[in-house]
């Protein structure tokens, strides 16, 4: 196991035990918003500083990417290693008892995610992605689903839950997916979502409006598991856009031009180069 991969699992593991003590008792911590349907909780801070503690414990220099704290760069800034954190993807699940988040912390040598961790408390479930390396759950090796057909398959979403977001459009969208697939599911935690299409119990995956530590460990699960992940054009830009397609090579053909005329490429006017 890589190096660097071994001390994102240990910081992940670390966090998840904050989260697990957390949730025996969840009239024990402070919920607060950072905007509407936006929350945090005293749980996400703690799960986050113990994982940059690890972290820069072991890599000072690497710079990271956390939800909570934002950009805090590294010892020497514009460093070109970069750990993507989400501390407690699923927040508001976790809040109500609802038993769906994770830990998910990726890391990227010049923009390019190279290691991937989600970890599921609820499951005891540890995914794991090196590049070149494959995807693993629980050490043992994972593929993307068989599904070969949009119409026959089981799709992840996430609904619009800021105020900024443009709900008709998705709206939209989830009418005419719901059309396309045989089923539709929004269980609330995009890196948990995406782990679970690496591990072929969702065949594919859109959102809009996510944010990189939403998508940055799971795009490399999923990768390494034999899928495709991209825009909604079909290109590479989903961390930048924050807009994600994702799902086994036949679903994932069959989605993006499902999206594409709503990608923030294309309203914006500046259509990126697809894969």
Known sequence: ????????????????????????????FTVSKKRHNDFVTAVDRASEATIIDTLRSAYPDHAILAEESGRSEGAHGNADFQWIIDPLDGTTNFIHGFPYYCVSIALAYRGEVTHAVVYDPNRNELFTATRGGGAFLNEQPIRVGATARLADGLIGTGFPFRDTDDVATYTRLFVEMSGACAGLRRPGA??????????????????????AWDM????????????????????????????????????????????????????????????
Do not use: W
């Not at 660097?4 to 025996?24: D, F």
């Not at 930048?240 to 006017?269: C, F, H, Q, T, W």
């Open 1 to 28: 196991m890589h190096p660097m991969l071994n001390v994102a699992i240990h910081a992940a593991i670390g966090a998840a035990q904050i989260i697990h003590r957390a949730s025996a008792d969840r009239s024990g």
């Open 216 to 275: 940055a460990a799971g795009s490399l699960l999923i990768t390494e598991a034999g899928g495709h992940v991209g825009d909604y054009t079909g290109g590479d830009a989903f961390l930048r856009l924050g807009e994600i397609v994702a799902g086994n090579p036949e679903v994932y053909a069959e989605m993006v031009p499902k999206l594409k005329g709503d990608s923030r490429a294309i309203r914006s006017g500046t259509l990126l180069v697809a894969r």
């Open 190 to 211: 995009c890196a948990l979502d995406l782990a679970n299409v690496a591990a072929g119990r969702l065949d594919g995956f859109f959102e809009q409006g996510v944010n």
